[in-house]
């Protein structure tokens, strides 16, 4: 993470430490830019993150959509690369590949054809290139607070998607067995207009706090 620290040498070392740290801690943003400063490092760590979509031999792209990329390797065979779409990580954030590659492309064997979470045309992409400007504001940048434009939440600029999953189990009790299911005791049935017959939550629902 030092690496990717622009002009690192003129840095403090306890503020180069924590910028090592904040990269590390950084989640992945929904529409993320590569820096317009960097030290030259972005690509190969991007690389070497395991979530870039690597070609694996040289060959032709001959279909391209959101869920895979097919190539036809010079020999004729031909490589398909799934593309992974909105899984969670271990730290419920998500995970999130796009295809690079267009119809047509001539790839060679280690190109990247598609961009995984934090990545940008192959380049490592933490955040964004917001304009910054150094200024006290009447008081409300007071030490380590900020102002921001309110554009930047209108066009979820720094949004990030969260996916948690929740799991229930049933078990043998000495009544029988658990059930999961729709038939709720004194619960109405504004309550109950997501889950389907089973009693689980349907795809698509829009659920709020408890």
């Not at 690079?100 to 955040?127: C, F, H």
């Not at 948690?164 to 207009?193: F, H, M, Q, V, W």
Request: proline share 4%; with cysteine.
């Amino acid at each position: 993470a030092a690496a990717c620290i622009p002009f690192l040498e003129n840095d403090d070392s306890n503020r180069a430490l924590m910028g090592a740290n904040m990269q590390r801690q950084a989640v992945p943003l929904i529409d993320p830019h590569a820096p317009w400063i960097g030290t030259g490092m972005e690509h190969q760590t991007a690389r070497d993150s395991g979530a870039a979509v690597i070609a694996k031999h040289d060959g032709t792209v001959e279909y391209v959509d959101a869920d895979e990329i097919r190539v036809r390797r010079t020999s004729g065979e031909l490589d398909i690369y799934n593309i992974m779409k909105y899984r969670r990580s271990n730290s419920g954030t998500s995970y999130n590949q796009r295809p690079l590659a267009e119809l047509g492309d001539k790839v060679e064997a280690g190109d990247i054809i598609g961009d995984g979470p934090s990545m940008e045309n192959g380049e490592m992409a933490l955040g964004q290139n917001p304009l910054v400007a150094y200024m006290t504001w009447e008081g409300y940048n007071f030490e380590d607070a900020i102002i921001m434009s309110e554009r930047l939440i209108k066009d979820d600029v720094y949004t990030s998607i969260a996916i948690e999953e929740y799991e229930s189990e049933t078990r043998d009790t000495k009544l029988g067995p658990e059930e999961i299911t729709r038939e709720i005791p004194n619960i109405g049935d504004e309550a109950l207009k997501n889950l389907d017959e089973d009693g689980i939550i349907r795809i698509g629902a829009e659920v709020e706090d408890g």
